[in-house]
Structure formats: structure tokens, C-alpha cells
């Protein structure tokens, strides 16, 4: 059966709300959790980045829900060895309850340390070699490592949980679902897409669990959650490469003009209405997702949670 979770905004919400966020999705019947890592929010209104593994050590506390990254980049802002330690960390703490969901990154977040950004191929190698080096450290062992990418001399990783967390790749394309299910313990899609699900489970994936995610904007009037809704994320639908290329908020607000309400609203169910909510999450499970994760966008978080807890949840586990 489909386990749907909740998807904590680190662009929207800073750290003690997002862990007040995390104990009310428990409470509405939430079954996971996961939480953005950005070192920038995609717009300047979004307001806010906070430093994702201070905030897991919190949610470890604050609830029982397993916790997964979507996604981390190890590859440029922060070195995979320094990933690997800060992944074990979590999955000490959490119990075995943390998966790391990796991807190849955006420009956005990883231009801090290095104004380079190559192209798509190479970060891909780059992610298959990091993810190749986690595994490694992740054994205990003291670990030395030329790569073409990295190097780590003489490392080890002393605080380890009972299993390592799984890892978990994002993709977008068929090149990037092919690398999933070869080198994945799980991928991670944004679209309800079963042709992605097939290329990853021909790839290597088969048996192994997939994860999507979707945005929502409930409210009363539904006008008014569309405009919020293109508001603080018009820039998820800007067309082409600039996700990966831009790399700064004002950037993206100055391309947010190409993006409609009307664009907005075929992708983000918006308003007070649970069938049309259930639908969107129900597009994943038809896909063959194991995993739905939804982001409710904007203000009005508590609103949400009773919603999808009385409603749509129902709904969606109900099939209907």
C-alpha cells in the first residue's frame, strides 16, 4: 500500500516551524517526512534555507516518522565524505529511520564554493562516484580514495548506525532514472510518471521502493490558494534548464513572468475541494509510487493538516 508523507519546505519555513510543521503531520496521519536542502530559497519571498541536518536532529526528537532528504547534493557545496558522517549521524540518532535522498544539484545552491557548474554527464559520474565513496565509508572502515572527481585520505567513520540509510536518487529523465536503478537503493521523481518508474525498474530497480512528491495549496477560496500557490513557486515551472543554471533568487524572479496562474494550476491542486486533492495524490500511486510526499504552500500549514486528515487522506488510501 501507498505510505503518502509530508514534504517540509526549507525555502518557506524556518527551523522551529518546520519542526512544529513535522508534529502536526504526524498527528493528521502523515507517514513520513520529507525535507528540502537548499543553501538558497528558489525566490527572495520564500524568505528563508536553513541548514538541513541541524533541523533533522530535531525532527529526530520531535517525532517518529521516518525523515529523508529530497534531495542533498554531494558534490560541490559539501564534500560526499562530509555527507557520508552527517548521513550516519542521522541514522544513529533516528534509530534506522533516515534515507538520504541524493540528485545532481542546481547551480542555485552549489555555486557558493565553486562558480563552476558542469554539465549534466559529468555530474552524473560525479554522483555515481560520491554515492560508490558513501558506501564505502559507510562500512567503518578507514577509507583512502583518489577519484576522478574526489579525494579522501585515510577516513573513517566512527558513529554509525546498526544498517546504513539507504540511498535514494533523484532523476528527472531517463538518464537519470537508469543511473537510479543501477546504483539506488530508491528513486525520487517530482512528476507522476510511470515511464520513469519503468526505466528505473528495467535499470536495476525492480523491488526497490520509488518516491514522488507534489505541492498543494489549500485554502478556503480557491483564487486565492492559486495566487499564493504562483506567489512563492511560479518558479518550479519556468521552462527549461534554468532550475539548473540560475544561480540566484533574483534570477528566477525575474523569469517568474513566463509562468501563468493557468501553468500553475495544472500542476498544484489548489482550494478547499478533497476530491481534487485526492486525485493529484492518487496520479502518483496509479504511476506505481510507493511513496507520495505533498508540500501544503504558503501560511496556512494548520488549515492544511486538519484538511488532509479529516479529507484527503482518507480519500487517497480509499482509492476514491
Not at 91 to 111: P, Q
Not at 268 to 290: I, K, N, S
Amino acid at each position: 500500500m501507498t505510505r503518502f508523507g509530508y514534504f517540509l519546505s526549507c525555502e518557506e519555513h524556518g527551523p522551529r516551524e518546520l519542526v512544529r510543521q513535522a508534529r502536526l503531520a504526524e498527528q493528521a496521519g502523515f507517514e513520513a517526512l520529507w525535507i528540502s536542502d537548499h543553501y538558497h530559497p528558489w525566490l527572495e519571498e520564500q524568505g528563508q534555507a536553513s541548514f538541513v541536518w541541524t533541523v533533522i536532529g530535531a525532527l529526530a526528537e520531535a517525532t517518529s516518522l521516518p525523515i529523508g532528504t529530497a534531495v542533498t547534493c554531494p558534490l560541490v557545496r559539501t564534500h560526499p565524505a562530509v555527507i557520508a558522517q552527517a548521513a550516519a549521524t542521522t541514522a544513529a540518532l533516528t534509530g534506522g529511520r533516515f534515507f538520504l535522498g541524493v540528485g545532481t544539484g542546481e547551480l542555485l545552491n552549489e555555486h557558493i564554493v565553486d562558480s563552476r557548474w558542469p554539465p549534466a554527464a559529468t555530474r552524473r559520474a560525479m554522483l555515481e562516484e560520491a554515492i560508490g565513496l558513501m558506501r564505502r565509508l559507510f562500512t567503518g572502515r578507514l577509507v583512502t580514495h583518489r577519484g576522478e572527481h574526489y579525494t579522501v585520505d585515510t577516513a573513517r567513520l566512527y558513529t554509525l548506525p546498526d544498517e546504513p540509510p539507504p540511498i535514494y536518487v533523484s532523476g528527472f529523465g531517463n538518464k537519470a532514472a537508469t543511473l537510479a536503478g543501477r546504483i539506488g537503493d530508491g528513486f525520487i521523481c517530482m512528476m507522476p510518471d510511470a515511464d520513469l518508474v519503468s526505466v528505473f525498474r528495467e535499470a536495476g530497480g525492480a523491488g526497490k521502493p520509488v518516491q514522488g512528491g507534489l505541492k498543494a495549496c489549500w485554502g478556503a477560496d480557491e483564487a486565492a490558494a492559486l495566487r499564493t500557490a504562483h506567489r512563492l513557486w511560479a518558479s518550479d515551472y519556468i521552462p527549461g534548464e534554468a532550475n539548473q543554471l540560475l544561480p540566484l533568487p533574483r534570477q528566477f524572479e525575474q523569469l517568474k513572468g513566463l509562468v501563468t496562474e493557468e501553468m500553475v494550476a495544472e500542476r498544484v491542486p489548489c482550494g478547499p475541494d478533497p476530491q481534487v486533492h485526492a486525485r493529484a495524490l492518487r496520479e502518483y500511486v496509479d504511476a506505481g509510487y510507493d511513496d507520495v510526499f505533498v508540500q501544503q504552500i504558503g501560511p496556512e500549514q494548520d488549515g492544511f493538516f486538519d484538511f488532509y486528515a479529516r479529507e484527503v487522506l482518507p480519500l487517497a488510501r480509499g482509492g476514491a
